[in-house]
């Protein structure tokens, strides 16, 4: 993930989390008591850094996930961190 010079990363980090989270679930047998600690973890560890409007717009518009996830553009979070970034860049002008 770290070799920029192959592929941009920003499009894929958040996506790899979100499949991280689901393996971990997956793997301790969908118990929520079992995996919570450790979603718990991996969300405070992104709060503020890898789950910012940018990451998710590059998360929504990448290919990979794009097409692989016909459900995507229905996620609320994704929509609406995707609405605050164009609406920062537009300054508040969405009506262009």
Known sequence: MVKVDWKPVMG???????VAKEEIMKALGGQE??????IDIII????GR???KLHLTAYLLNPYYHYKDS???HDLDV???VLELFDTLLFGDLEM
């Open 12 to 18: 894929f980090i958040y996506g790899e989390i979100k």
């Open 79 to 81: 929509m609406d961190a």
């Open 50 to 52: 890898l789950d910012s």
């Open 71 to 73: 459900q995507l553009q």
């Open 44 to 47: 405070n560890k992104m709060k």
């Open 33 to 38: 008591k079992a995996y919570k600690p450790i």
